[in-house]
């Protein structure tokens, strides 16, 4: 399984951006699909979650701009961002927790995405 996301660039403050991460390989189910992010001297924070039912979770910072969704017949999550702000400024990771086929596994395995970077000039 791999997970390839993209999106990132250059924004001003104010502007927005869509993040996209796409799953591919040996897939049964995905459950849970999140964004993270990791800006530079800091420790990696959630930014959003979405289950296989809908349900979404955010971090507060960005709720109310930020928006995740979720296609499970691209196995793609999307994370559509608004009103940027400087310290926005990361790299974005996406997450996906896989249910295999074709495996004795029953159980999911998270798999990361490589990151794609998210630069907020003010």
């Known amino acids: 399984v791999q997970l390839q996301a993209s999106g990132g660039g250059l924004v001003q403050s104010g502007g927005s951006l869509r993040l996209s991460c796409a799953a591919s390989?040996?897939?049964?189910?995905?459950?849970?699909m999140g964004w993270y992010r990791q800006a530079p001297g800091k420790q990696r924070e959630l930014v959003a979650t979405?289950?296989?039912?809908?349900?979404?979770n955010y971090a507060e910072s960005v709720t109310g701009r930020f928006t995740i969704s979720r296609d499970d017949a691209k196995l793609t999550v999307y994370l559509q961002m608004n009103s940027l702000k400087p310290e926005d400024t990361a790299v974005y990771y996406c997450?996906?927790?896989?249910?295999?086929?074709?495996?004795?596994?029953?159980?999911?395995?998270?798999?990361w995405g490589q990151g794609t970077l998210v630069t907020v000039s003010s």
């Open positions: 979405i289950d296989r039912f809908g349900a979404t």
């Open positions: 997450s996906q927790s896989v249910v295999e086929a074709n495996t004795k596994v029953t159980h999911p395995i998270d798999y």
């Open positions: 390989g040996s897939i049964f189910r995905v459950n849970d």
